[in-house]
Nanobody, 118 residues
Framework: QVQLVESGGGLVQPGGSLRLSCAAS????????ISWYRQAPGKEREWVAD???????NHADSVKGRFTISRDNAKNTVYLQMNGLKPDDTAVYYC????????????WGQGTQVTVSS
């Protein structure tokens, strides 16, 4: 099992930046994949980026070049640096940990609100 706590959301103007944090209750190196998702009002939750335990990184095309996922192993924390924010980026952002034991287990954080508005 793992508990995840997101932080860093808030209100920002278009073009601004935010850095989200996802703090895990166990070593993130023991977690197969940690992902960021987002869900805007009235829309389905969508994948944003992920990082594997081995350090492989992927970003959705919609955020590539603007958002960057990274991690601090010593702090058991995964970050999402968001630059060039647009109103369409407004959503609740969630992190998810996927862990393999005998089956895949998914664990979600509570989410953090990001609002991009002037």
């Amino acid at each position: 099992q793992v508990q995840l706590v997101e932080s860093g959301g808030g209100l920002v103007q278009p073009g601004g930046s935010l850095r989200l944090s996802c703090a895990a209750s166990r070593s993130i190196l023991s977690i197969n994949t940690i992902s960021w998702y987002r869900q805007a009002p009235g829309k389905e939750r969508e994948w944003v980026a992920d990082i594997t335990g081995a350090g492989a990184i992927n970003h959705a095309d919609s955020v590539k070049g603007r958002f960057t996922i990274s991690r601090d192993n010593a702090k058991n924390t995964v970050y999402l640096q968001m630059n060039g924010l647009k109103p369409d980026d407004t959503a609740v952002y969630y992190c998810k940990a996927r862990i393999w034991t005998d089956i895949w287990h998914d664990y979600w954080g509570q989410g953090t609100q990001v609002t991009v508005s002037s």
